[in-house]
């Protein structure tokens, strides 16, 4: 194992990319653990990690994304949430958060979430007096609703890691939570925008109001037509992240009419290419996650946590803590390939709940997105608003403070994540 974690050290120091970083490092564990005749296995671990229909689901969700960002979808959204809330003290900062619950349904990503809405709203923000810090934010801070609101591409990658759990069990366990979260946001939204006066526009009009709902309204079934399904039990994820994808098609070819052949075929080729890098993370940690197993890593780490902290919310908060930080440093995608095969199976096996071991996981390391020093969401919006990056942290800081208690809330009351999957029969 030491040579393994030598070695992954080392190449992560270098930079290389994190998929190579996991493949050679299993490739050297193999060799030192049986030698060369151990390389077969490198083989079937790599077939056997993309072995899943499941995944299907991940190039289908990214292209559904890819039509919806290109046709627009973005403005109408944000128009039909300001009609609702716009109204009221700091209307914008609240359509900011209001719009990444309605968006994050649909894309999924974090970072791609604050290009969407920040490229639209932080200039709007700035036009109508809200400081560029602030702006930058409340983008950053509220596009991690995205992974956390099904359907989530994380989630999937997840479920396709720890077979104690499914996609729509996971689906189902982040509703509640991005909810609860958002919940936070719009409480410390209110309070900043009400102490500093921040504008308000004037209520709209029912018929306005009508005219926005109409716009709205087709692309707000998209998430219905993905998320009901699932959960109901009629659709498998992949068949609904492929009706989603061929729904967002329609609208913005024949509906809207916004989507050329060309924006139809780059949305193809970024699908195919950030499905490609997605699968290579999952072949490299799939055969990572079977060394940690075969090595016994997993029991030692029970072990040791069963026998040196008797109390599970001692376990918790240390497990909070460490994957805050590490969410700070590294991408959600990549830490949850990397941390998944290692934690998941020790705290299952000491007792926890496998579906809220997820959600606690995929909640810090989302929040650690956002958060200082290497927030990637709060470093992209500081950019779109052209504010230095020292001042987006200043004003971000009552947010994420927000969003770590209701982590806490969602870590020690399992009820919150729990309820609807056990509801509809999930767990």
Same mark, same amino acid.
Request: charged content about 10%; hydrophobic content about 55%; aromatic content about 10%.
């Given at each position: 194992?030491?040579? #393994?974690?030598? +070695?992954?050290?080392?190449?992560?120091?270098?930079? %290389?990319?994190?998929?190579?970083?996991?493949?050679?490092?299993?490739?050297?564990?193999?060799?030192?653990?049986?030698?060369?005749?151990? =390389?077969?296995?490198?083989?079937?671990?790599?077939?056997?990690?993309?072995?899943?229909? =499941?995944?299907?689901?991940?190039?289908?969700? %990214?292209?559904?994304?890819?039509?919806?960002?290109?046709?627009?979808?973005?403005?109408?959204? *944000?128009?039909?949430?300001?009609?609702? !809330?716009?109204?009221?003290?700091?209307?914008?900062?609240?359509?900011?958060?209001?719009?990444?619950?309605?968006?994050?349904? &649909?894309?999924?990503?974090?970072?791609?979430? +604050? *290009?969407?809405?920040?490229?639209?709203?932080?200039?709007?923000?700035?036009?109508?007096?809200?400081?560029?810090?602030?702006?930058?934010? #409340?983008?950053?801070?509220?596009?991690? =609703?995205?992974? /956390?609101?099904?359907?989530?591409? %994380?989630? /999937? /990658?997840?479920?396709?890691?720890?077979?104690?759990?499914?996609?729509?069990?996971?689906? $189902?366990?982040? !509703?509640?939570?991005?909810?609860?979260?958002?919940?936070?946001?719009?409480?410390?939204?209110? *309070?900043?925008?009400?102490?500093?006066?921040?504008?308000?526009?004037?209520?709209?009009?029912?018929?306005?109001? =009508?005219?926005?709902?109409?716009?709205?309204?087709?692309?707000?079934?998209?998430?219905?037509?993905?998320?009901?399904?699932? &959960?109901?039990?009629?659709?498998?994820?992949?068949?609904?992240?492929?009706?989603?994808?061929?729904?967002?098609?329609?609208?913005?070819?024949?509906?809207?009419?916004?989507?050329?052949?060309?924006?139809?075929?780059?949305?193809?080729?970024?699908?195919?290419?950030?499905?490609?890098?997605?699968?290579?993370?999952?072949?490299? $940690?799939?055969?990572?996650?079977?060394?940690?197993?075969?090595?016994?890593?997993?029991?030692?780490?029970?072990?040791?946590?069963? @026998? +040196?902290?008797?109390?599970?919310?001692?376990?918790?908060?240390?497990?909070?803590?460490?994957? &805050?930080?590490?969410?700070?440093?590294?991408?959600? !995608?990549?830490?949850?390939? !990397?941390?998944?095969? *290692? &934690?998941?199976?020790?705290?299952?096996?000491?007792?926890?709940?496998? %579906?809220?071991?997820?959600?606690?996981?995929?909640?810090?390391?989302?929040?650690?997105?956002?958060?200082?020093?290497?927030?990637?969401?709060?470093?992209?919006?500081?950019?779109?608003?052209?504010?230095?990056?020292? @001042?987006?942290?200043?004003?971000?800081?009552?947010?994420? #403070?927000?969003?770590?208690?209701?982590?806490?809330?969602?870590?020690?009351?399992?009820?919150?994540?729990?309820?609807?999957?056990?509801?509809?029969?999930?767990?």
């Amino acid at each position: 194992m030491a040579l #393994v974690l030598i +070695t992954f050290l080392i190449l992560s120091l270098l930079a %290389v990319p994190i998929g190579y970083v996991m493949g050679i490092s299993s490739l050297a564990g193999l060799i030192d653990m049986g030698g060369t005749e151990f =390389l077969r296995i490198l083989i079937t671990r790599f077939h056997s990690g993309l072995n899943s229909f =499941l995944l299907v689901a991940i190039p289908f969700f %990214v292209l559904a994304a890819e039509f919806m960002n290109r046709s627009g979808i973005t403005n109408l959204l *944000i128009d039909f949430v300001n009609k609702i !809330i716009g109204h009221l003290h700091g209307g914008l900062s609240h359509v900011n958060i209001g719009v990444s619950i309605l968006f994050g349904t &649909l894309t999924g990503s974090a970072v791609t979430d +604050t *290009i969407a809405i920040g490229g639209t709203l932080i200039p709007a923000m700035k036009k109508e007096g809200y400081s560029g810090a602030f702006s930058a934010a #409340v983008t950053a801070t509220s596009s991690v =609703l995205g992974p /956390i609101i099904p359907p989530s591409i %994380v989630m /999937i /990658i997840f479920s396709s890691m720890i077979r104690e759990t499914t996609a729509r069990s996971l689906f $189902a366990a982040g !509703i509640i939570p991005g909810l609860l979260i958002a919940t936070s946001l719009l409480v410390i939204s209110a *309070i900043q925008s009400y102490r500093r006066h921040y504008p308000r526009k004037k209520r709209a009009s029912f018929k306005d109001f =009508l005219n926005s709902s109409k716009n709205a309204i087709l692309p707000l079934f998209t998430p219905i037509i993905i998320l009901v399904p699932i &959960l109901l039990g009629i659709t498998t994820v992949t068949e609904a992240a492929a009706m989603g994808a061929f729904y967002a098609l329609i609208l913005g070819v024949f509906v809207y009419k916004t989507l050329k052949l060309k924006d139809i075929i780059e949305s193809a080729f970024s699908a195919a290419k950030f499905g490609g890098i997605i699968f290579l993370l999952i072949c490299a $940690a799939h055969t990572l996650g079977w060394f940690i197993t075969r090595s016994g890593i997993s029991i030692t780490i029970a072990e040791l946590l069963t @026998s +040196t902290i008797q109390s599970p919310y001692v376990i918790l908060f240390l497990l909070n803590i460490f994957l &805050l930080i590490v969410g700070m440093f590294v991408d959600t !995608i990549p830490a949850v390939v !990397i941390l998944a095969p *290692i &934690l998941a199976p020790p705290l299952i096996e000491i007792g926890f709940d496998p %579906v809220h071991i997820a959600m606690i996981m995929l909640v810090n390391l989302n929040i650690g997105n956002a958060t200082p020093p290497m927030g990637m969401t709060l470093m992209t919006a500081s950019k779109i608003a052209k504010v230095p990056y020292e @001042s987006a942290i200043k004003e971000a800081f009552p947010f994420i #403070v927000a969003e770590i208690i209701a982590c806490f809330l969602i870590t020690y009351l399992p009820v919150i994540p729990l309820w609807l999957p056990r509801l509809l029969g999930f767990i």
